[in-house]
C-alpha cells in the first residue's frame, strides 16, 4: 500500500468530526507524511423520523443539511495536525458551527512481518464561531467549548486490513455535560480504493433530559448520548484526488435524533 494512498486514507476518518452526528472517532490510525498536506470537501444530509426525548422515542423529526472542509497537515510523520469547520441548516436555521482542531502523535510502533501495532494519542479543542441559537430542535448545536483527549491502538496487517479502538474524555467549559467516547473500526486500504465499517458510542455525564425539570429549560444543559453504525467508502480517481461516500444510523440514544445520515466528498493532496 502506497504513502498516497494511506494520505487518501486519512482523510477520510476527518469526517468524524463534521459535528456530533457524523462521528466515528476523532482521530485515525493513519498519518500524513510530513509536508503533506490534504484537503477534503464534502456535503451531507441527514433524514430523521423520531426523536430521542430523554431515552423515550418520539415521532418528532428533522432533515439537516451540511457543507464541511477539512484540512490536514503532516508536521512529521507521526506528529499530524487537523481541523475542521462545517455549515449547517435546519429549517430556519442555518450558519457556521464549530471549529475544531487536533494535534495527534504516533508515541509507540511494534511491526512485525505478519502485522503492524500503534498507540497514538491527541488532544484537541473545539468551539463555536458563530452565535447560533440555542433553544429547539432545529439548533445547529450548544454551542460548547471542548477540550478533547484520545488515545487509539491500531493494527494492521500487510494485506491492509485494519481494526483500532479509541477512546477519552471530552471536557466541555461552562454548563455543556462532559461525555465519554469510544469507538471501534475495521477495513482494508488498498491500492486504489478504501472501505470500513464502524460503530460509535458518546455517554453524557449528568445534564438534563428534552421536556424534562426545571422549566424553562436551558438547551446547553442536556446530556446527549447515542449508539451509531456507518461506514465509508473511498475510490481514487486520481493520483492526487478521490471521492468517498459515508451512510450512517442511530440506533438509540439520549437527547438525540435517530434516523439515517449520508455524506459524500471530494479528496486532495497537495
Not at 79 to 103: A, E, H, K, V
Not at 106 to 129: M, P, R, V, W
Not at 153 to 170: E, I, K, R, T, V
Not at 186 to 196: M, V
Amino acid at each position: 500500500m502506497s504513502r498516497q494512498v494511506l494520505r487518501f486514507v486519512y482523510t477520510f476518518i476527518l469526517m468524524c468530526i463534521v459535528y456530533k452526528g457524523t462521528a466515528q472517532g476523532a482521530i485515525s490510525g493513519f498519518y500524513n507524511q510530513k509536508g503533506a498536506t490534504t484537503l477534503v470537501a464534502g456535503v451531507g444530509f441527514e433524514d430523521t423520523k423520531n426523536y430521542y426525548i430523554g431515552r423515550e422515542k418520539s415521532n418528532l423529526g428533522r432533515n439537516l443539511y451540511s457543507i464541511s472542509l477539512f484540512g490536514i497537515y503532516g508536521i512529521s510523520d507521526k506528529f499530524n495536525i487537523q481541523t475542521s469547520l462545517p455549515y449547517l441548516s435546519s429549517d430556519d436555521q442555518s450558519g457556521l458551527q464549530d471549529l475544531q482542531l487536533f494535534l495527534k502523535y504516533q508515541i509507540y510502533q511494534k511491526q512485525k512481518e505478519t502485522y503492524k501495532l500503534e498507540l497514538s494519542l491527541a488532544t484537541g479543542f473545539s468551539t463555536n464561531i458563530s452565535n447560533y441559537e440555542v433553544g429547539g430542535l432545529n439548533d445547529l448545536g450548544q454551542r460548547a467549548k471542548i477540550i478533547e483527549t484520545r488515545a487509539l491502538l491500531h493494527y494492521q496487517q500487510p494485506s491492509g486490513w485494519f481494526a483500532n479502538l479509541q477512546s477519552g474524555f471530552s471536557y466541555k467549559l461552562e454548563e455543556v455535560p462532559n461525555s465519554l467516547p469510544l469507538t471501534f473500526k475495521i477495513g482494508k486500504a488498498s491500492a486504489n480504493n478504501y472501505f470500513d465499517i464502524w460503530y460509535d458510542f458518546q455517554y453524557a455525564f449528568g445534564g438534563i433530559d428534552y421536556r424534562g425539570t426545571p422549566a424553562p429549560q436551558n438547551f446547553r444543559e442536556l446530556g446527549v448520548g447515542y449508539h451509531k453504525v456507518g461506514g465509508t467508502y473511498h475510490f481514487s480517481i486520481s493520483t492526487n484526488s478521490g471521492l468517498y461516500i459515508a451512510p450512517s444510523y442511530v440506533i438509540s440514544g439520549r437527547n438525540v435524533f435517530q434516523g439515517v445520515a449520508y455524506y459524500a466528498g471530494f479528496t486532495y493532496q497537495l
